[in-house]
Nanobody, 119 residues
């Protein structure tokens, strides 16, 4: 069973930085496109960023462009979301998502990690 293990959330002041990590357990990481989503209280889950299996292509939601960077290290089976210039409106539970794009299809979610940005 594929699992995604997240880490790196926490409390930070506005303007600060955090890095989230998502490790793919029990499968080949480059077979997956990885995405980060977030869900704030009372709001729908929204896509933040995605990165292709080989790391060559990444996409960002407009509200994080220039502030967040998605990356991955397949040798460590881990994807990252580097978040800078954080704003209070970035406060949410952040979820890692992995979609298998090679071989048998499958979609998996991490357990979520809380990011709180204080003003």
């Amino acid at each position: 069973q594929v699992q995604l293990v997240e880490s790196g959330g926490g409390l930070v002041q506005a303007g600060g930085s955090l890095q989230l990590s998502c490790t793919i357990v029990r499968d080949i990481p480059r077979a997956y496109t990885v995405g980060w989503y977030r869900q704030a209280p009372g709001k729908q889950r929204e896509l933040v960023a995605t990165i292709s299996g080989d790391g060559a292509t990444s996409n960002y939601a407009d509200f994080v462009k220039g502030r967040f960077t998605i990356s991955r290290d397949n040798t460590k089976k881990t994807a990252y979301l580097q978040m800078k210039s954080l704003k209070p409106e970035d406060t949410a539970v952040y979820y890692c998502n992995a979609v298998r794009t090679v071989g048998l299809p499958g979609t998996y979610w991490g357990q979520g990690t809380q990011v709180t940005v204080s003003s």
